[in-house]
């Protein structure tokens, strides 16, 4: 039973890192990527940061998961969280989390999507709608 579940996780490291190789093609024709000790890849959107990560939600079902950091330490008012909370019911292209912390307001976007065969072209184009979804957030919330 323990060398079905190796071979197993073998055929998922390989299916996600072959998804992550694509994602990191996809990317490099506007950012610079760099990938992390986990294998996840990271880059700067501006004044966002970004990671990607790829996982095997079934057999057959590899997903991408990108999470962008729009802003942090924001104030932590009521009207600002009403704000990001009315501005995530219009996208379309990710989900928008606001987390309270001692420092003030985190918000981020965060889309998955089941990537697995999507050209670089396409791939890159969905990827490049969520970011700049976060790039345009944050300016709607800081100013930039």
């Known amino acids: 039973m323990n060398a079905n579940l190796g071979a197993g996780q073998d055929v998922e490291a390989v299916n996600t890192g072959a998804l992550l190789s694509q994602a990191r093609e996809a990317l490099e024709r506007y950012h610079e990527v760099y990938v992390d000790d986990d294998g996840a890849l990271t880059f700067q959107h501006g004044e966002v ?5 790829a996982m095997q939600l079934a057999e057959g079902l590899v997903v991408l998961s990108l999470t962008c950091v729009v ?44 990537a697995e065969g999507l050209a670089a072209e396409p791939l890159s184009t969905l990827l490049m709608l969520v970011v700049s979804t976060a790039s345009q957030l944050r300016a709607e919330l800081v100013g930039d």
């Open 49 to 53: 940061p970004c990671a990607v990560q």
């Open 71 to 114: 802003a942090w330490d924001l104030p932590d008012e009521p009207a600002m969280a009403v704000s990001a909370a009315e501005r995530a019911g219009q996208g379309m292209f990710g989900t928008l989390g606001v987390v309270h912390t001692e420092r003030g307001m985190d918000v981020t976007l965060r889309y998955a999507f089941p």
